[in-house]
């Protein structure tokens, strides 16, 4: 049964009460001057149910939720709420735009570690418009690898908005360790300062954008330390500490993804390698 906004603007105070499901009650009689003028620009004037009095309703006992459900045991049905609530409501995503930054466990240019990825799922069930930029061996970190750090990506993309960005990454920069960690307040040649001009970029340039900035998992040397000293669960620690500074969502893979390639049984069933998930 449809429900019609214009008619409720018409009738309004005119003893009208709209009621949840879309049915339209009036004690107007079918005589009524507004009702007849009115009922020439309805289409299907048999999805208006008009009621004498209140003992004509037929009304079936409320249902759980205290709602009435059905008139003389018809269900009250408003398809065109229910597809929206199906398109929309049940599937907040759709058509939201994400960008997603990382390393080579993002980069889908390299198929030997698997060919779906964690964001292909948001793609295929969520229906979301994914823009990749995973590169193999980067991290926040500039100047051990050929490729753009993730600052440096971030500052030359030319896109003006995205609904939701996630940044996956830090591994590399724990293992090639080509600069002290630091600590909050630095602004150069430290993890910290790295983390602070990536996350200072994001806040500026794409300011309206959820951020959801994860850790890297643990690998198969994660309780080794690295050249600058530095243990990969203090990079971690880093990570988590400037994005909370920032407000943004954090993800701790580290401690919470139930991936650890130092367990054999672990490694044999969710990794290629002891660094990349299968």
């Known amino acids: ?14 003893n009208l009460t709209q009621v949840d499901g879309g049915v339209i009650f009036t004690t107007r009689n079918t005589d009524c001057e507004l009702w007849k003028s009115y009922r020439k ?20 006992d409320f249902n759980e939720n205290g709602c009435i459900d059905n008139i003389n045991g018809f269900e009250i049905r408003d398809n065109q709420a229910r597809k929206e609530i199906t398109n929309n409501l049940l599937n907040p995503l759709k058509d939201k735009t994400l960008l997603v930054i990382g390393d080579s466990i993002s980069d889908n240019r390299l198929t030997n570690y698997c060919t779906i990825h964690y964001y292909d799922y948001l793609e295929m069930n969520e229906k979301m418009k994914i823009t990749m930029d995973g590169c193999n061996g980067t991290g926040y970190t500039k100047g051990y690898s050929d490729y753009l750090s993730i600052p440096q990506r971030i500052n030359n993309r030319t896109e003006k908005s995205f609904d939701y960005i996630t940044i996956f990454a830090g ?8 600069v002290q960690i630091g600590a909050k307040g630095d602004t150069e040649n430290t993890f910290y300062a790295y983390l602070k001009e990536t996350y200072d970029l994001l806040v500026n340039k794409y300011p309206l954008a959820n951020v959801l900035i994860a850790t890297p998992i643990r690998r198969s040397t994660n309780s080794e330390t690295n050249s600058s000293g530095n243990t990969l669960e203090e990079y971690c620690n880093a990570i988590l500490d400037m994005a909370h500074e920032y407000g943004f969502a954090t993800i701790d893979l580290y401690n919470q993804s139930g991936l650890n390639p130092q367990i054999e049984i672990n490694k044999t069933t969710y990794f290629y390698d002891n660094t990349h998930p299968n």
């Open 171 to 178: 591994t590399n920069d724990w293992w090639e360790g080509n």
């Open 1 to 14: 049964i449809k429900s019609y906004e214009t008619l409720d603007t018409v009738l309004r105070g005119e």
């Open 41 to 60: 620009s309805i289409v299907n004037t048999e999805d208006i149910v008009l009621l004498e009095n209140e003992h004509d309703t037929g009304f079936s």
